[in-house]
């Protein structure tokens, strides 16, 4: 399918600090429509210690930013957040924290001897305790507008745009499962915002499909009360890279056999527009780089246009690179996601590397869905 190329009517910059890094950003909208990213940022690599999770906010629907604020520094790398506006008005970010800077094996080749030996006093403090304490997935809550945060409460499952709300306010949580030694794509449900969870139903075991790895799910709740799951996929062979996904129509209890969409890219952001258009947000990692968004009218049953967001270009790559490194790291982009304004135009946020591949800065734009007319 030929994208789309569309004009955004405005872009603005989130995060944009020379040697610094930001990425996975989320986006959410509050009832007097203030617009809220969170990322991680004050970083310097896709890999290392220092990540930390920001906030940004918009009150003129996206066209300027507060300066970024850290609302948690965990004593590990903090990374893709989520951000979601409860019932209540209470603000919730889910979370995960890494150690893959202590044992990621490619990092000194790849960042160089020096960068990776300012690693070495944060890799020494990785006490038995602190990763009983603080290695995991999470979420924090803030009941007063972001003035302040509790602490870290466990999750049970990742993903990087964090959990939806349910049709009663329950909080439904589609992510990556790990459970003695087996990872599996499991719905989780929370009737107290977050304080507690329980199991709603398993998707599919992350392995399951053969040289596929299932990975970075979204979910969301259908007009007609259906829920559907997309994921990324983690394959050797670059062609497999596309989006699968699956449907519960019984609250996530139980779903049904995982399908490719046909929409290759990573990772899937979701979101039902009040014209009934259904989309998913995701970065294109392969020559044309950039943000690409797939569109469908028929509750996510097919995929009828994708639309370019924004294109990128970015140097030429070395012949001698392996694609799966570019695909991974050189270019690094995507994470896109999605909110409707009241107007309903959509604001998306993204995250991408400059051109010559150094740094990463947070993105977004505001734009239009096109007519209808013809799909």
Known sequence: MQPIAIAPLYFSRIYDVPGKFGAWPSIAKTADDELLVVFSGDRKHHIDPFGKTL????????????????????????????????????????????????????????????????????????????????????????????????????????????????????????????HAGKVSIACYVSSDQGSSWQERGILADAHALEGLYLCEPHLVLLADGRLLGQMRVNAAEVEKRQLMQSVSRDGGRSWSPVEATGIWGLPPHLLQHSSGVLLSSYGHRCDPFGQRVALSCDGGRSWSKILTLASIPYQQQSEAEDVGEIYYQVPDLGYPATVELADGSLFSVWYQSRPDGRDAMILGCCWNLPEAEGW
């Open 55 to 178: 906030l940004a906010r918009s009150r003129d629907h996206g066209r300027s930013w507060s300066e970024p604020r850290i609302i948690n520094n965990s004593p590990l790398d903090d990374r893709d957040p989520g951000v979601l506006v409860l019932s209540d008005g209470s603000w919730l970010v889910s979370l995960f924290t890494s150690q893959l800077y202590a044992t990621w094996k490619d990092s000194v080749d790849y960042y160089g001897d020096q960068e990776v030996e300012a690693w070495q006093p944060y890799i020494n403090r990785l006490t038995p305790q602190l990763r009983r304490e603080y290695l995991g997935y999470f979420t924090l809550i803030s009941k007063d507008q972001g003035q302040s945060w509790s602490g870290l409460r466990r999750a049970p499952v990742t993903a990087p745009h964090g959990p939806i709300l349910g049709p009663d306010g329950e909080l439904l949580f589609l992510g990556n499962h790990r």
